[in-house]
Each structure stands twice: as structure tokens, then as C-alpha cells.
């Protein structure tokens, strides 16, 4: 089955600053990819997909991740952060058939942003 | 956006009761539901997948007698921890799902065994 790894547990920056999110999936011939955000006592909201196409994807709040296939990435990107997206990000991935469309989620990561 | 609720928010109980989660779509009909189960700063883990009118699938080593999985209308589905113990404390997540890649989540359920 495919999984993804998020190689950092949290990331500190201060508030204008960009910020990276890194994200690696296991190799398949086709994947479909996620990026999900977690407010405190929320659900998760979807940021953006990518399931074919252009290889930027561009989603809510100012998020941008980019597919890449050779290096089997889907890192999130912000240019400019801002307090309210304090926030656990997390990184999906589905393979159907084979899942139903269900996700196999990343670890997580703790994005905390500081004045 | 589409709301998906869960009820209880938290709920404690005693080890060896049993506990129901209700996991309902507000605005939009759903035949298939998921349920994960999260550990402290861990990833949601998929536990089983709930279709309507139909058996759950479960993932590979959960036990379906012991999470019992109920999709009894399009809006609804509901998860019975069975004779819960200590290590069953978790949090839970639903989601439902709208469409070919669009699935909503549910706020979690947080379980604690006493």
C-alpha cells in the first residue's frame, strides 16, 4: 500500500516568514495526493490535491505544494505565514482501486507561528 | 463547506463497557464513511471502511467484533467500541464522502477507559 512520510515532527517560524512542509511518498505507478490542516478541536479541512495535471497545485489560505515525481515529493509551501495557521498539517495519500478511496495519512506536522 | 458531526466530542467510560460514536453527514447524503483512530502525535490510521446498507471492511488487524461498524442510512454510521479496555483509548475520526476525491472529517471523538 502507499504511505508518505513527513520528515519533520514540528516547524517553529516566526509569522511573515515562508515555510516548507515536507512530504515523501512511496513510489507507484500512479499516486493521488493530499495535504490536510488540523485547527485545535476541528476536523480536518482539505488544503489542496493533486490528482493529475499541472504539477503546482495550488490551494486555500495561500498554500502551494508541488508534485514531483522524480524525487517522489509533494512538499507545502507558503510564502508568508500568519498566526492563525498555527496548525497540524498532514500529508495523505490514496492508491485506488485498491483503497476505496480511503487515505493513508504522514505523521503530521506541527506548524507553531510566533510573532 | 459540508459539515460532518460527531457525538460524543468525549466520553469516558469504564473497561469492560461498551461505547457508541455516532459519526452523521449534515448537508449531504454519504454511502461510504471512514473511521481512523489517532494516537498522540501520531498519523490517523484507517480502521475500517463503512458503506451503506452493506458489511464494513476492515483493515488489516482490526477486530471487527470488537469495533463494531453500523451504516445503517446515507447520513449516518456509527462505531461500538465493545468491552473497552485501557488501550482502546483513542481519538476517533470520521469521514464522509462527497464525491470521487472529496471526503469531509468529522471534529474526533476522544475515548478514554478508565
Known amino acids: 500500500a502507499q504511505s508518505v512520510t513527513q520528515l519533520d515532527s514540528q516547524v517553529p517560524v516566526f509569522e511573515e516568514a515562508p515555510v516548507e512542509l515536507r512530504c515523501n511518498y512511496s513510489s507507484s505507478v500512479s499516486v493521488y495526493l493530499f495535504w490536510y490542516v488540523q485547527y485545535p478541536n476541528q476536523g480536518l479541512q482539505l488544503l489542496l490535491k493533486y490528482l493529475s495535471g499541472s504539477t503546482l497545485v495550488k490551494g486555500i489560505n495561500g498554500f502551494e505544494a508541488e508534485f514531483n515525481k522524480s524525487q517522489t515529493s509533494f512538499h507545502l509551501r507558503k510564502p508568508s505565514v500568519h498566526i492563525s495557521d498555527t496548525a497540524e498539517y498532514f500529508c495523505?495519500?490514496?492508491?485506488?482501486?485498491?483503497?476505496?478511496?480511503?487515505?493513508?495519512f504522514g505523521k503530521g506536522t506541527s506548524l507553531l507561528v510566533t510573532p | 463547506g459540508a459539515v460532518v458531526s460527531q457525538h460524543p466530542s468525549r466520553v469516558i467510560c469504564k473497561s469492560g463497557t461498551s461505547v457508541k460514536i455516532e459519526c452523521r453527514s449534515l448537508d449531504f447524503q454519504a454511502t461510504t464513511m471512514f473511521w481512523y483512530r489517532q494516537f498522540p502525535k501520531q498519523s490517523l490510521m484507517l480502521m475500517a471502511t463503512?458503506?451503506?446498507?452493506?458489511?464494513?471492511?476492515?483493515e488489516q488487524g482490526v477486530e471487527k467484533d470488537k469495533f463494531l461498524i453500523n451504516h445503517a442510512s446515507l447520513t449516518l454510521s456509527t462505531l461500538t467500541v465493545t468491552s473497552a479496555h485501557p488501550e482502546d483509548s483513542s481519538f476517533y475520526i470520521c469521514?464522509?464522502?462527497?464525491?470521487?476525491?472529496?471526503?469531509?472529517f468529522g471534529p474526533g471523538t476522544r475515548l478514554l477507559v478508565l
Open positions: 469521514s464522509a464522502r462527497a464525491g470521487e476525491w472529496t471526503q469531509y
Open positions: 495523505a495519500v490514496s492508491d485506488p482501486p485498491n483503497s476505496g478511496y480511503a487515505l493513508n
Open positions: 463503512s458503506n451503506e446498507g452493506s458489511k464494513a471492511t476492515y
